[in-house]
């Protein structure tokens, strides 16, 4: 006789925003660590934008810049997020077009002309590939190649061209979102793998 499993509950869509924000299965210390960091960060970049004088729309955009940046630093570190990057067949694949998609950089230098192309170009390339060194790296190395190419890109970040101070800070946390955090699997999913 064949066993049956009752359908799961439907999720609400609150549910399924903090699947998508967060991880699937998060659990509330995770997510509300994650909202928390990312309130702190749009509050900070909204009021850096503001303090320099930027109109409204760049003041908007530096706030969601930095829900995203400084939330997704958070996120990315979590074991539900590493649960989600970090297993299955195509894990290479996923994380690569994860970092690819984070155009943010390129973004700002295209609406704010003070945010110099150049910078831009240098650390958005370096970052993907610094990326795919990490990806496709053994699982004893990821860690250190993710330290040397984060070391190497947020010298870069700060010397590179001059960038200003309301913005200097975009960069860095993209660096730490990527790359030591997005990149680098959690405990829970390298028991047992070297």
């Known amino acids: 006789m064949p066993t049956t499993t009752s359908p799961s509950p439907p999720r609400g869509p609150v549910s399924r925003l ?3 924000l ?3 299965g998060a659990t509330r210390a995770e997510s509300r660590l994650s909202y928390l960091t990312a309130g702190v960060g749009a509050t900070i970049a909204g009021a ?3 303090a320099a004088g930027y109109p409204v729309p760049i003041v908007l955009l530096l706030t969601v810049l930095g829900f995203d940046l400084f939330g997704g630093a958070v996120v990315n570190a979590t074991v539900s997020a590493s649960r989600r ?3 299955g067949a195509d894990v290479v694949r996923r994380q690569l077009v994860f970092v690819a998609a984070h155009v943010h950089l390129p973004v700002v230098a295209l609406v704010l002309p003070a945010y110099p192309w150049s910078t831009a170009i240098v650390l958005y390339a370096g970052t993907l590939a610094a990326a795919v060194l990490i ?3 053994a699982p004893a190395l990821k860690r250190p190649l993710a330290f040397a190419a984060s070391t ?3 010298v870069a970040a700060v010397t590179l061209s001059p960038v200003p101070t309301a913005l200097a800070w975009l960069a860095p946390m993209l660096i730490l979102k990527l790359l030591l955090g997005h990149l680098l699997p ?3 999913t390298t028991e047992g793998t070297s």
């Open 18 to 20: 903090n699947d998508l």
């Open 22 to 24: 967060v991880a699937p």
């Open 48 to 50: 850096v934008g503001a």
């Open 85 to 87: 990057f970090h297993t």
């Open 135 to 137: 990806a496709t790296a």
């Open 152 to 154: 190497v890109l947020l």
């Open 186 to 188: 959690g405990s829970a």
